[in-house]
């Protein structure tokens, strides 16, 4: 390995430490929030929520056309033969028009700038927590998987310290709390935040496995060519 590879290696596993350490701060503060804060966030976004909705005409035609446009960029830098192709775009616009007709036909109806607010705002917070326990600690799998495999620990190995120091710090997470004003420790929190980080590390690794795996077969066409 070069020197300058070496020095690349070095940042990578630099940066991506530091942001385990970093997620792991984002996590402590919001578990530091009293009660009353907690639920002033919570009610903050279904605002922001209520925004978007009333809005969501311009905000659904912005989103549809970047996302559109980096599947095209994605799509044809794709080494693959061009049947594939036309399948994933197809494949591609069922999706997204399946998306709109649900959006059109289920959400918007039920759903209100105002109709949001008629729930009770304690069973808004409780519902907004745990989803956010899921997806906090579904990047801290991630963010662990990450490093560790930079940090050139095998993949299974990554796979079981990741899991663990993520059921770890979400013990300790919860035990925090217990000295938070107004928030309690809950066994099911640690479940859910288990359960979110190892569906990031599912993912990472599916990822990195597929990234891998086209890579190799780049080669190996690669190889074919010049021979």
Known sequence: MSMNSQTKLRLAQFFSWAMVL?????????????????????VGLMELGGEIITNWQWVGIISVIF???????????MDSHFSLKIVL?????I?????AYFLFTFVRPRVSRFGIFE??????HRYLRKYAHFFVYLF??????NAFTLSNVRPWRAFGLSLVISFLYAITDELHQYFVPGRLPLVMDVIIDT???????????TLRALFKW????????TKKRSN
Do not use: C, D
């Open 67 to 77: 996302v559109y446009h980096i599947f095209l960029i994605w799509l044809a830098k």
């Open 214 to 221: 086209r890579k190799r077969k780049r080669r190996t066409r």
């Open 140 to 145: 801290l799998g991630s963010f662990l998987m």
């Open 195 to 205: 359960i979110g980080a190892l569906v990031g590390i599912v993912i990472y690794s």
């Open 22 to 42: 970093f997620w792991m701060g984002v996590i402590f503060w919001f578990s530091s929030q009293p009660a009353e804060e907690s639920v002033r966030w919570s």
């Open 95 to 99: 999706i997204s028009v399946g998306i």
């Open 89 to 93: 775009f197809v494949l591609f616009l």
């Open 119 to 124: 729930m009770n705002r304690w069973v808004i």
